[in-house]
């Protein structure tokens, strides 16, 4: 067992490190707020807007073919591709062994050059067979690959560059890697075209750098997430996402006052859910449970995919209070939230005694869910703007 694993299997010591690390994240977001988050000059703000005007002429094919550099197969096939697919011609990285996006476990010396490498690879295979792209789309880091491909891509290929982030708040710098770089989105900001961030403060990080980004929050898919009505909700509350932190807390309490929680994932008993199973143990769940926390954190939040494929799946949705949520559910009537553990018991039980009300929230969250948060409306927008209709 490696010594810093060791040191985890000591309680005092794992809580210890995880209260240092929880500070260092919320201290580095508040960094960055200061950094990146000024109200831009009018000479920055009119070369933003010029740039946002050349990415929209750069995208006027009937079908773009879409090249997607993606990273966690779990999450990209569970409604993101599958939407992706409907607005484009896509094909998707592989690793030379085959296996799906850039997940690979070497370190970043070696990491970087092998996925650098193997991105042109496929691409000038592909260019072999005719088949070129009009947009290389990625979830990417520069602990993963080097930034300046991306400008090489576009200069080979004209594909116009964009990177989606869902977790700017405590990657956009990212950890300082052995080549001096930083490991996280900012050292590809100047060779993308969009961005694309599901943060709005975010926003004006990257206009501060001179690249235009938009408000771009996770989704879901109602063909994969559904209601289920023929299916009995047998489950009081089903938890999916690895075990660490509060979440662990959070299950714990509520198994200890006699609520039957299901939980899969890393770390849990139940291990981790085939893709394909997690929308029937959704549907099947009077609540499910959501936590929004950022690591170690307990009071730092981000949007996660479950705040939206819950709600679609029918199902009563309880998670953490994150103030990006008001602005997309009416808190509350279609969704509910919770600020600590002894709230969340308090309302998980609630939630299980009044079962009408319960439902009623799971419709209201479902209908809101299927009109305004579809993987097909997020890419039907950006698409839109991109071609000049938007």
Same mark, same amino acid.
């Given at each position: 067992?490696?010594?810093?694993?060791?040191?985890?299997?000591?309680?005092?010591?794992?809580?210890?490190?995880?209260?240092?690390?929880?500070?260092?994240?919320?201290?580095?977001?508040?960094?960055?707020?200061?950094?990146?988050?000024?109200?831009?000059?009018?000479?920055?703000?009119?070369?933003?807007?010029?740039?946002?005007?050349e990415?929209?002429l750069?995208?006027?094919?009937?079908?773009?073919?879409?090249?997607?550099?993606?990273t966690?197969?779990?999450?990209?096939?569970?409604?993101?591709?599958?939407?992706?697919?409907?607005?484009?011609?896509?094909?998707?990285?592989?690793?030379?062994?085959?296996?799906?996006?850039?997940?690979?476990?070497?370190?970043?010396? /070696? &990491?970087?050059?092998?996925? %650098? @490498?193997?991105l042109? !690879?496929?691409?000038?295979? =592909? #260019?072999a067979?005719?088949?070129?792209?009009?947009?290389?789309?990625?979830?990417?880091?520069?602990?993963?690959?080097?930034?300046?491909?991306?400008?090489?891509?576009?200069?080979?290929?004209?594909?116009?560059?964009?990177?989606?982030?869902?977790?700017?708040?405590?990657?956009?710098?990212?950890?300082?890697?052995?080549?001096?770089?930083?490991?996280g989105?900012?050292?590809?900001?100047?060779?993308?075209?969009?961005?694309?961030?599901?943060?709005?403060?975010?926003?004006?990080w990257?206009?501060?750098?001179?690249?235009?980004?938009?408000?771009?929050?996770?989704?879901?898919?109602?063909?994969?997430?559904?209601?289920?009505?023929?299916?009995?909700?047998?489950?009081?509350?089903?938890?999916?996402?690895?075990?660490?932190? /509060? &979440?662990?807390?959070?299950? %714990? @309490?509520?198994?200890? !006052?006699?609520?039957?929680? =299901? #939980?899969?994932?890393?770390?849990?008993?139940?291990?981790?859910?085939?893709v394909?199973?997690?929308?029937?143990?959704?549907?099947?769940?009077?609540?499910?449970?959501?936590?929004?926390?950022?690591?170690?954190?307990?009071?730092?939040?981000?949007?996660?995919?479950r705040?939206?494929?819950?709600?679609?799946?029918?199902?009563?949705?309880?998670?953490?209070?994150?103030?990006?949520?008001?602005?997309?559910?009416?808190?509350?009537?279609e969704?509910?939230?919770?600020?600590?553990?002894?709230?969340?018991?308090?309302?998980?039980?609630?939630?299980?005694?009044?079962?009408?009300?319960?439902?009623?929230?799971?419709?209201?969250?479902?209908a809101?869910?299927?009109?305004?948060?579809?993987?097909?409306?997020?890419?039907?927008?950006?698409?839109?703007?991109?071609?000049?209709?938007?």
């Open positions: 067992m490696a010594f810093r694993q060791w040191l985890r299997t000591i309680g005092p010591i794992d809580r210890t490190v995880a209260r240092i690390r929880a500070r260092q994240t919320r201290a580095a977001y508040e960094d960055f707020c200061v950094r990146f988050g000024a109200e831009l000059g009018p000479g920055l703000a009119a070369r933003v807007r010029h740039r946002m005007a990415v929209r750069a995208a006027r094919a009937n079908t773009p073919r879409v090249f997607y550099l993606g966690d197969e779990f999450q990209d096939r569970s409604g993101f591709l599958q939407a992706l697919s409907r607005y484009a011609d896509v094909r998707v990285f592989t690793r030379e062994d085959g296996a799906y996006g850039q997940n690979d476990p070497r370190p970043p010396e /070696i &990491r970087i050059p092998a996925i %650098t @490498a193997r042109l !690879a496929l691409l000038e295979s =592909h #260019a067979e005719g088949w070129t792209p009009d947009v290389l789309m990625g979830q990417t880091w520069a602990s993963v690959i080097d930034p300046d491909v991306l400008s090489v891509v576009r200069q080979r290929w004209g594909a116009l560059i964009i990177n989606i982030s869902m977790d700017d708040r405590h990657q956009f710098v990212g950890p300082k890697l052995k080549n001096g770089q930083y490991g989105v900012l050292p590809l900001v100047p060779h993308l075209d969009l961005a694309l961030t599901a943060a709005p403060e975010c926003v004006r990257y206009e501060s750098q001179g690249c235009p980004a938009l408000y771009f929050p996770e989704a879901s898919d109602p063909e994969i997430f559904r209601p289920m009505p023929t299916q009995p909700k047998v489950h009081d509350v089903s938890f999916v996402g690895a075990r660490y932190g /509060i &979440r662990e807390k959070l299950v %714990t @309490a509520l198994r200890g !006052a006699g609520i039957d929680v =299901h #939980a899969y994932g890393s770390g849990w008993e139940g291990g981790r859910l085939p394909d199973a997690v929308p029937a143990l959704f549907a099947q769940s009077r609540i499910i449970l959501g936590v929004g926390t950022i690591g170690h954190c307990d009071d730092f939040y981000a949007l996660k995919l705040d939206f494929d819950a709600p679609m799946s029918g199902s009563c949705y309880l998670t953490h209070d994150n103030t990006d949520l008001h602005g997309l559910f009416d808190v509350g009537r969704i509910v939230t919770y600020r600590n553990i002894d709230d969340c018991l308090e309302k998980a039980k609630y939630l299980l005694a009044h079962e009408d009300e319960r439902e009623s929230i799971a419709r209201a969250g479902h809101r869910a299927v009109g305004e948060h579809t993987w097909d409306l997020r890419f039907a927008g950006l698409f839109g703007l991109l071609k000049g209709l938007g």
